[in-house]
């Protein structure tokens, strides 16, 4: 890869680290809608900060996102609090109408400007590079690896500064309350961390992608750890891994860089949901798997060691009687007897069935239980 | 308010109007069961989630036709939602991150699809992007058909199944004790819900069409109680939404047809929150208003009462010594004149006294018998007089 190309993938990657920190708690705290909001009504705020100062490039686009990110979610709070509607149609309310009028401002008013819909809601990270910081004359590199740097190194501060606050608003909000952290006032912290990092990173990935690498990561990462601090860490990993990928991804069908690493963090996650060590799907199905065949020979056991040395030991150790009273199919029968004496449970000649030591000790514990 | 009149005449706008209502009254009613089973943000995933199936359809029928384009996105639509199932029953993900993580990816692989098939040679830039934010100007008649046809075919299920869905929206629990199959159910449901996303796609597109399925229902949610006038009135709004956007939006130049209807919907929203007769905020409001009114009267009442037993010969009272009665009566002038109003007491030269109505109220008020005597009210009230 080029410069150029590292270049790109350095935004990407920073974006993507970014976004994790406060994804972590959105996924957590069942917010995760809140950032698909959010990263649609900011364009709002650029809009009208655009109109305001007449540059895409001026900080007082990001206050006027922002501001307009924390609306959102005082509106959304506002609806739910009147209780005429849920939460969740609050916020399907309240930013397809801010979107809305941002869209129709855009395409009434600056439609000859370089701030058309479709950059804003897709974002073209190739171009990321082309804009640079240039300090008295040195060329310190792409100006928004720049900004989302002190973004994400802003983010990270204010994780680490209040991480015990965090996780305690996370967990048990009520808890956090009757301590006097203070959760309403974290949370509006945490919103407006949310709203100032989909401002930095929608024009380098769209404001959509935006909502893939704040829960993407985060979700995949649930699915591997019971710990906050891990989760963050690996969610933050997904994410800057997604850059170089979906950026070879994309090179190779010369297509949409952020779409592919949408895509990429896509993959982590049903990879996740299927191959996770004790959450993915597939560990689940093994675990039930085995379970039936611990619980079959469990059975047996006990069976045979309810028999064991009484008259009818002989009737009732017979494999045919065995399928019988336990009402297995034959085949099945076959494979947990085979386990059985596999595992040095008990014996078989001729059709009938001893218990060796250990399958006394076995058959003891299972009835004990 | 010529291109009002005109607009009947004109073929183009009349299939733009046809068409928007058309969507919007499909999504209105299903957005109704997806408003009362709390998932209505599940059309906003469902919508995002078509892209990579509209990009898929093309790519391997090299088809621009409608009906191809719309298939695509309710296959990948419904695959997008069974995912969105599958993690919720199988993880501790929860709904919404189940949600987000769907609609983003799924979004995102669409759109590296579409811009993979805009470098194809063959493929022309035009059609496939108006899917994100739509157009409604570019609906034919041969569309309408076919969202006749699929926006009918949804309605009829709701329809066929409506006690099944309106109990699967008010009560699941009690539908699975019946036996009923709530899984197969959900699913009939979601399959009717992402009927009504996609034939919304190419007018709205994916971005807003979640508004229409929201709005609508939301709105109707403050006119109503039951299930039935809600579906209708939620349809309503929905296509009044439709038509009108469309048709702002193709009469004024650079006016996307789905930012307009959203801005329509959310216009019926805002006033259904104020003004619905019984839900409305504004009467609401009211209501509360009238009721702190009455209460502080009432207050000012029972003083009146009070201050005529602590007197042997009954007299008037004048307002300073009714409000002397305690340290915060409100604004007893006010007060007085409701009461007046209500006959409950009237002036008598320079002061007040109670009417006879007015002396039942207050003995009701606090809970004395109307025909106590003077030594059971000594009793009843010892201690009852406020400072």
Known sequence: MSGYEWEVVAVGAMVAAACALPGTFLVLRKLSMMSDAITHTVLLGI??????????????????????????????????????????????????????VAVILISRYAGDVHLDVDAVLLGEIALAPQDRLVASGFDLGPRSLWMMGAIATGGAAFVATFFKELKLMTFDAGLAEALGFRPAALNLALMALVSVT??????????????????????????????????????????????????LGARRLDASIAGAMAATIGVAFVSSF?????????AIARRHARQRWEFAQQMLAAHLFNHDGTPEQETESHVGHIEKVLGWPPQFRSQVIGRAVQRGLLSESSGYLTLTDRGREFARKVLVH | MEALLSWV??????????????????????????????????????????????????????????????????????????????????????????????LSVFFGVGLVLLTYIQRLPDAGKSGLDTFLFGQAAALLERDLYLMAALGGGALLVVALLWKEFKLLAFDPGFASSLGLPIRGLERVLTTALVIAIVIGLQAVGVV????????????????????????VISGGFGAVSGASGALISSSVPRLPTGPMIVIVASGIVILSLLFAPRRGLVIGALRKRAGRKRLRSEVVLVDLYLLSLQHEVRHPHTTESIAGMRYQSGDVVASLDTLTARGLVARSGAGWVLTETGERLAKELLMLEQDASEAQLAVALAGRAPR
Not at chain 1, 77 to 91: G, T, Y
Not at chain 1, 200 to 228: E, H, K, Y
Not at chain 2, 213 to 226: D, E, I, L
């Open chain 1, 47 to 100: 809009v009208i900060g655009f109109f305001a100062v007449g540059s895409l490039s001026s900080p007082l686009l990001i206050a006027g996102a922002t501001a307009v990110g924390l609306l959102t979610v005082y509106m959304v709070d506002l609806l739910k609090r009147s209780r005429r509607v849920a939460e969740d149609a609050a916020i399907g309310l309240v930013f397809p109408l801010l979107f809305s």
């Open chain 1, 198 to 247: 989909a401002v930095g990173a929608f024009d380098a990935v769209g404001s959509i992608l935006v909502v893939a690498l704040m829960i993407g990561p985060p979700a995949a990462a649930l699915l591997l750890t019971n710990r906050l601090g891990v989760m963050m860490a690996l969610a933050v990993g997904i994410g800057v891994a997604s850059a170089p990928i979906g950026y």
């Open chain 1, 274 to 282: 299927l191959f996770a060590p004790n959450r993915g799907l597939v």
């Open chain 2, 9 to 102: 005449d004109d073929y183009t706008l009349r299939t733009v109007a046809l068409g928007s209502a058309m969507l919007g009254l499909v999504s209105g009613v299903l957005g109704t069961f997806a408003l009362l089973r709390r998932q209505s943000l599940l059309g906003d995933a469902l919508s995002h989630a078509a892209l990579p199936g509209i990009a898929l359809a093309f790519l391997f029928t090299r088809s621009k036709s409608i009906l191809v384009l719309v298939m695509g996105a309710a296959v990948a639509a419904w695959l997008g939602a069974l995912l969105i199932d599958s993690v919720v029953r199988n993880t501790r993900v929860k709904t919404d991150a189940a949600m987000a993580v769907v």
């Open chain 2, 208 to 231: 807003l069409m979640s508004a229409l399925v929201v709005a609508p229902a939301a709105a109707a949610r403050q006119w109503t109680n039951r299930l039935s006038a809600m579906v």
